[in-house]
T-cell receptor
């Protein structure tokens, strides 16, 4: 069965510093991976996704994630964070032929001034 | 285009009662998924409906049930409420095809006393 592990429950970081949020998955079949972001008191929004092709995917607000099949990872990175990036980030994998999404437990990113 | 709406936004119930939550998907979306979000557990998949049929189901007891109407609106019902059912219940809609992005509503915060 597919599963998703987010290795850090909370990540504090100073503004303008780089950050990496780690995500590992387990699956015996082809996977399709997502990162969603949840700002306080809001629902989740898609940040970026990997379906096929280039293993490096980027979002419009400077985040990127790299699909690493050998390490079964899909870590999220940003070279310089802003206060407004403070949110909870969820890694997710599509399963059941693409019709079901399994989410990790989430990583809370705190950006400090 | 209006986003996913969920009603009510907040709900307080006592143990043993039942509750019904409602979700209106984005116009044109035929798939609705329900998730339970609790601190430390992330999002737990409840079930997914597509064209009025339950297509996928998570590992929740039978007290949790749902349905979808012909206009794609969905309801979920929890009977015989327990304290552990206190959570944020999120609804997400999509076109219903493989690997589609999900669009989330703001959630219903259920508190069981």
């Amino acid at each position: 069965a597919q599963s998703v592990t987010q290795l850090d429950s909370q990540v504090p970081v100073f503004e303008e510093a780089p950050v990496e949020l780690r995500c590992n998955y387990s699956s015996s079949v082809s996977v399709y991976l997502f990162w969603y972001v949840q700002y306080p008191n809001q629902g989740l929004q898609l940040l970026l996704k990997y379906l096929s092709g280039s293993t490096l995917v980027e979002s419009i607000n400077g985040f990127e994630a790299e699909f690493n099949k050998s390490q079964t990872s899909f870590h999220l990175r940003k070279p310089s964070v802003h206060i407004s990036d403070t949110a909870e980030y969820f890694c997710a994998v599509n399963t059941a032929g693409g019709f079901k999404t399994i989410f990790g437990a989430g990583t809370r990113l705190f950006v400090k001034a | 285009k209006a986003g996913v709406t969920q009603t009510p936004r907040y709900l307080i119930k006592t143990r043993g009662q039942q509750v019904t939550l409602s979700c209106s998907p984005i116009s044109g979306h035929r798939s609705v998924s329900w998730y339970q979000q609790t601190p430390g557990q992330g999002l737990q998949f409840l079930f997914e409906y597509f064209s009025e049929t339950q297509r996928n189901k998570g590992n929740f007891p039978g007290r949790f049930s749902g349905r979808q109407f012909s206009n794609s609106r969905s309801e979920m019902n929890v009977s015989t409420l327990e304290l552990g059912d206190s959570a944020l219940y999120l609804c997400a809609s999509s076109l219903g095809e493989r690997y589609n992005e999900q669009f989330f509503g703001p959630g219903t915060r259920l508190t069981v006393l």
